[in-house]
């Protein structure tokens, strides 16, 4: 027998709002704020007292999944705009020293193995890049769009036609966390 219905929910911590209107929720916190619209999805959202509540009736797969990846989206929400996330990248090359700009909402990377036109990488939504020495930190309060630029910059740095275990130049992510300090 199935479950009848599919219930989960997430504490508000202090210093956190959230304002739920519809399917669009709404996460204001210390950082900044947060919006996200879930209207694609056949549950209901709702907050009560110092809880959101996700929920849907005569639940499938489907939809028994899908209450478990808004429940993991609304708290990525919560936790970015109370710590925000940050990701960690490693500028590595063997021969033809590499350098990285950001320019506007776009990472430009010159002279990867000697090419002589720069490889770009898009910035998503609201990232901040650092660029200091071989590295790269990305921070932002959506972990999509941390990692999504992480990930930007890691695939255009992929070295094609050639060998990868002897070709190892390239831009990789060795650390992410919760957190914009330091």
């Known amino acids: 027998m199935r479950a009848i219905e599919s219930v989960r929910s997430i504490e508000i911590p202090e210093g956190v709002e959230v304002k739920v209107e519809g399917r669009l929720v709404t996460v204001k916190g210390e950082k900044g704020t947060l919006i996200r619209d ?7 959202i709702r907050s009560e007292d110092r809880k959101v509540i996700i929920q849907t009736s005569w639940p499938r ?11 993991s989206h609304i708290q990525n929400m919560i936790t970015g705009v109370t710590k925000g996330f940050t990701y960690k990248l490693k500028i590595v090359f063997a021969h033809f020293p590499m350098s990285v700009k950001v320019h506007e909402k776009k990472v430009m990377i010159e002279n ?22 071989e590295d790269i930190i990305v921070k932002g309060l959506s972990k999509e769009d941390v990692s999504q630029t992480a990930a930007n910059i890691e695939r255009a740095t992929k070295v094609k036609k050639k060998d990868p275990r002897v070709f190892l130049d390239g831009i990789f992510v060795y650390e992410k966390r919760e957190g914009t300090e330091k």
């Open 38 to 44: 879930f209207s694609h999805a056949p549950v209901s």
């Open 61 to 71: 797969k489907r939809e028994t999944a899908l209450v478990g990846t808004i429940f």
């Open 112 to 133: 990867f193995t000697g090419e002589r036109s720069a490889r770009v990488a898009n910035l998503m939504g609201d990232t901040e890049v650092i660029v200091s020495g």
